[in-house]
Each structure stands twice: as C-alpha cells, then as structure tokens.
C-alpha cells in the first residue's frame, strides 16, 4: 500500500465521523423546528394574535413611555394611548368606508360604461361575436354559478366563521395588547426567570435587543407605508381614479408586508383604473406603482428598514416568501419581524461587549440599542486574531 492510499484510509473514518456528527444534529435540529412550527401552527388562533399584539405594543410603547416620563401614571398613560389608537383606527376606517360608498354609485356607473365597451368590443371588433354568441356565454355563466351553488354556500358558510375567529382574534389582541403596555417589562423578567441564573443577563440583554429591532422595524415600515400610499394616492388623484383614499389606505396597509404587500394592494388600483378610465389609466396608474416601488426597494428600505433591523434585501425576501408558505398572510406578516429579532438576539449573544453589560442599560425605545457596539466581533474571532486590522502606527 503507498503512502497516499494510507493517507487517504486514515482520512475516511474522519470523514465519516464528522459527517455523522453533523447529520444526526442536523436532524435533531430539523425535528425540533419541526415541532415548534407544528405547535406554534396547532395554537395559531393564540399565536397569532399574541405576536398582532407584541407589533402593536412595540408601535405604541414609545407614546406609553413618554407620558410616563411626563408623571402620568402608567396606567392613565396606558389608557391614554389605547382609547387614541382606537379612536385613531377608527376615525380612519369610519372615514374610508365613508368615502367608499359615497363613489360606489360612479364606479358602478363606470363599470356599466366599460361593459357596455366591452360588450361593443366583441360584437364589432376582431372577434365578431354575435349578439346570440353573447347570450350563450352569458348564460353558460349563470349556469356555472347554479351547479355550484353548494360550494358557493359552503364557502360564504366558511368565510363566517372565518369572521367570528377573527372577531375573537382581535379581542384576544386587544386583551393581551393592554398587559404588554402596562407591565411589558415585568411580563418579560418574569420570563426570564426560567434562564439559568449564570446566563440570565445575557438572554435578558439579548431580548431587550430583540424588542429595539422590534420597535425600530414597526417605525420603519410605518414611514415607508405612509410614503407608499401618499405616492399611489397623489397619482390616482392625478389621474381622477375614483376611490383614491380607500385605494391608497389599501396600499398603506398592504406596506406592512415588506416588499410585496404593496405591489398586491396597488394591482388594485390599477384594476379599479382599468375599469373606471380605461387601458392608458391604469398603464399610468401601472407606471406609477412601479416608481413608488423603486423609490421604496432602493431609497427607503436601505435607508429606513435597513439601518432599523440590519438584515439584508434578500434575508427579507425569503423570509415573507417561507412565511408566506407556511402561515399564508398571517406568516407573510410576521416573518421579518421574527427574522428580525431573532437576527438582533443572536448577534448579542455571540458578542463579547454584551457579556458584561447591565440588562438596564438598554434602552428599547433607541434604534442605537437594536444591535451591540461591536458587531463584527464574532467575525473576527472566527477569522482570528491574523484577519484584525493592523493599527496605524
């Protein structure tokens, strides 16, 4: 046997060894996400809306703050800031039903225009289709809709309770909501009681540091929603779409789902564009999504979401894409916070300056505190000691 082939039957054993070691973590690994995913999607109806309230609670958390820095009880400040919010929320929707159904009555006479059009379309343009033609098609529809008029009541039967889950989502929310604002940090010492005592402070800083992320993100994404439907907004207006506050209050609601949600709520518009003023509309209205879209993917995200939770463009885009697979909406939305947090938390533990420090001097209400003072410092002890820069002499 040559020296090689001893070589080489000294190295498989090794190599065998180490990817052993690496399969059967792997696949400890994967069975235990397998089980928290499972759990998490059994109690979704609790989960749910327990994160719905951690986002809100970390968007109105700062407002609580402030007045308890101003001696209002927390308490009052907490009330305070619930009956605004709501009151908030609701003048906004009691606004944008409003205007709804006020232009309802002209989108109905356009839609019966473009009808009309494109009734006149078929009869008289390359198609030639009889006015017999049409009929036939017209009732082959309302043929359709009678034979599957037990799968339409089934599903209008499943949207309802659908409702009714949501109803008692929303409460839970509201429930849970008014505790995180009141008693956030003592929920979350209590919590951490169960962290061994030798490494306690560390999981505390790491989940104050995951809060910070928590609440730089929700800024961010709301000043990039208000910039997203102020610019769907001005061109539909531009352009005299009908409907352009409950359009853009779609829009500006869609922009909590980074990167798509938008896109989705402005294919709106452009339908209702399409409908109302015809192609050269929404082709503009279409024009106009696009730039809003690239103001938002190259100014704003790396500006305002970048600096705010440090992931980058593509961590975002797989993470709405996984969530949106595995939780459809609900995943979609919550996916980048998670991300987020979990991305803020691990760079505290792996880092050498959070070893030492006091749990309360991070501050989760500053953007500074999302991340700690050394964040390459893992990275060069992984590259070791000959990768540090060499100081100036």
């Given at each position: 046997m040559s020296a090689q082939d001893s070589d080489i039957s000294n190295r498989v054993p090794r190599l065998l060894r180490v990817s052993a070691a690496l399969s059967w973590r792997f696949v400890v690994i994967i069975a235990a996400l397998y089980v928290v995913a499972y759990v998490f999607g059994f109690l979704a109806t609790i989960v749910i809306p327990v994160a719905i309230a951690l986002l809100l609670a970390a968007l109105l958390s700062p407002a609580v703050s402030q007045l308890v820095r101003w001696r209002v009880p927390r308490g009052v400040a907490t009330t305070v800031v619930l009956i605004g919010g709501i009151g908030a929320v609701g003048g906004v929707l009691t606004f944008v039903i409003?205007?709804?159904?006020?232009?309802?009555?002209?989108?109905?006479?356009?839609?019966?225009?473009?009808?009309?059009?494109?009734?006149?379309?078929?009869?008289?343009?390359p198609l030639q289709l009889s006015d017999l033609q049409l009929q036939n098609y017209l009732d082959q529809v309302v043929k359709t809709?009678?034979?599957?008029?037990?799968?339409?009541?089934?599903?209008?039967?499943?949207?309802?309770?659908?409702v009714g889950e949501v109803l008692t989502g929303l409460l839970l929310a509201l429930f849970t909501l008014i505790f995180f604002l009141h008693d956030g940090d003592g929920i979350w010492r209590f919590m951490t009681r169960a962290v061994?005592?030798?490494?306690?402070?560390?999981?505390?800083?790491?989940?104050?540091?995951?809060?910070?992320?928590?609440?730089?993100?929700?800024?961010?994404?709301?000043?990039?929603?208000?910039?997203?439907?102020?610019?769907?907004?001005?061109?539909?207006?531009?352009?005299?779409?009908?409907?352009?506050?409950p359009l853009s209050a779609l829009v500006f609601l869609g922009a909590f789902i980074p990167i798509i949600g938008a896109v989705v709520t402005g294919v709106v518009a452009v339908l209702v564009a399409l409908v109302a003023k015809g192609p050269l509309a929404a082709l503009i209205v279409l024009a106009v999504l696009i730039g809003v879209m690239q103001l938002e993917s190259h100014v704003l995200q790396p500006i305002l979401l970048g600096r705010a939770v440090k992931l980058h463009p593509l961590a975002v885009v797989l993470a709405i894409t996984t969530g949106l697979i595995v939780g459809g909406i609900s995943g979609a939305l919550l996916a980048v916070p998670l991300l987020a947090v979990l991305n803020s938390g691990v760079r505290s533990l792996l880092s050498e300056s959070d070893a030492d420090i006091d749990p309360k001097q991070v501050d989760?209400?500053?953007?500074?505190?999302?991340?700690?003072?050394?964040?390459?410092?893992?990275?060069?002890?992984e590259l070791g000691e000959d990768s540090k820069p060499e100081k100036k002499k």
């Open positions: 409003t205007e709804f159904t006020r232009g309802l009555p002209e989108l109905e006479s356009q839609v019966s225009a473009s009808l009309d059009a494109i009734r006149k379309w078929l009869h008289d343009g809709v009678k034979e599957n008029q037990s799968a339409i009541t089934s599903g209008a039967l499943t949207t309802a309770a659908t061994p005592s030798d490494v306690r402070d560390r999981a505390d800083v790491a989940g104050r540091r995951g809060f910070a992320s928590l609440v730089s993100y929700v800024r961010a994404t709301a000043a990039v929603a208000v910039v997203d439907a102020l610019g769907v907004g001005i061109g539909l207006a531009v352009i005299g779409v009908p409907l352009v506050v989760v209400l500053k953007p500074q505190d999302t991340g700690p003072a050394d964040d390459d410092s893992d990275r060069v002890e």
